[in-house]
C-alpha cells in the first residue's frame, strides 16, 4: 500500500476544516501523492481552490489531485452489486432487493460504509489522503460506523458459510461468501489504516463553543491519534498547533500563505 498518511478535519461548522484541508493537502502534495476528498454533501473544495472540483478526480498539479464524493453514487453502485448477487439466489426476491437498494441511499450508515470502501480503494494508490468532513456529527459517525460494520460482516460470514456448505452439497455456486470474505478483508484493511496511519485534526477557534467541541472529538475518539488544533489564532494561551489568520485564504497561492509547520511536523512521527 502506498498510504503514509491518512488525515481528518473535524470540528464545529466554520473553523475552517476545509480550508485547512485544502492548504494541508497542497503543502503534503510537494512530498508525495496526494488526494483531497471531500465528504461532506456541502462541498466547498470548489469555492476554496478556485477551480471546479467534481465527482470525477481531478488533477490540479502534478502530484494533486481532488474530488467530492457523492455518497449516494457510491451507495446505489455497491447496494446494486451486492444485492444483484443475492437476488441470483434468491431470484423470487430479485425485483424487491432493487427497490431496497434505491431506498438505501438514504441510511446514514450505508452512506458512511460506502466512503469508507472507496476511502480503502483510494489508500492503494495515494502516498497522503487528506479528508474534508461535514461538522463534528458525520465524522465521529464515520469512525463508529467502521467499527459497527466489521461487526455485522463477521455475523454474515458465519451465516453464509454455513449456507455455502449446503450449496456446495447441492453443487451450485455460491457468490455471497466470495464477496463477503473480500468485504471482511477490506474492513481488515481500513482498522489497520486508523490505527497505524490515521491522524485526526480537531480544530477549534477562540470561540468557546467550538472549543467544548473540540474536547468532545477528543474524548469520543480516544482510539485514534486526535491532535486540537487553533485556528485563526490570536491570544488564546494554549500549548497545540495553533494556525494564524491570513487574508482571504482562497486559491491556490494564497492558500500556501498559511503557516502549518506545527500541523506538518506532527506527521513526521
Ligand atoms: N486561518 C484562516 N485565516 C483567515 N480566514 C480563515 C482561516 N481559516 C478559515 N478561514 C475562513 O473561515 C471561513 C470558514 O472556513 P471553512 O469553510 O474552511 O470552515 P469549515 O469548518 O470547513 O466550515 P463548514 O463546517 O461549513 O464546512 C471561511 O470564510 C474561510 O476563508
Ligand atoms: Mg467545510
Known sequence: MLLKRLLFFGGKGGVGKSTLSCATALRLSEKGKTLLLSVDPAHSLTGILGQSIGPKLKKLEENFHAIELSAENLV???????????????????????????????S???????????????CQEYQYVVVDSAPTGQMLRLFETSHAVS?????????????????????????????????????????SILKEKTVIFAIANEEPLSLQEMEAIRERLKAFRVYPVINRWKTLNFQGIKVQ????????????????????????N
Not at 461487526?151 to 449446503?166: I, M, P, Q, S
Not at 486559491?251 to 503557516?259: F, P
Open 76 to 106: 446505489e453502485e455497491y447496494a446494486k452489486r451486492v444485492l444483484t448477487a443475492l437476488g441470483e439466489l434468491l431470484p423470487s426476491f430479485s425485483q424487491g432487493l432493487l427497490e431496497y437498494a434505491s431506498y438505501l441511499k438514504h
Open 108 to 122: 446514514p450508515t450505508a452512506l458512511d460504509t460506502a466512503v469508507l470502501d472507496k476511502l480503502v480503494d483510494f
Open 151 to 191: 461487526a455485522w460482516v463477521e455475523h454474515l460470514r458465519k451465516l453464509a458459510k454455513e449456507r455455502n456448505k449446503v450449496e456446495r452439497f447441492m453443487g451450485r455456486q455460491d457468490r455471497i461468501l466470495s464477496l463477503i470474505e473480500s468485504r471482511k478483508e477490506k474492513l481488515k484493511t481500513l482498522e
Open 245 to 268: 489568520e491570513v487574508e482571504k485564504p482562497y486559491g491556490v497561492e494564497r492558500l500556501k500563505k498559511l503557516n502549518l509547520e506545527d500541523l506538518l511536523k506532527l506527521l513526521e
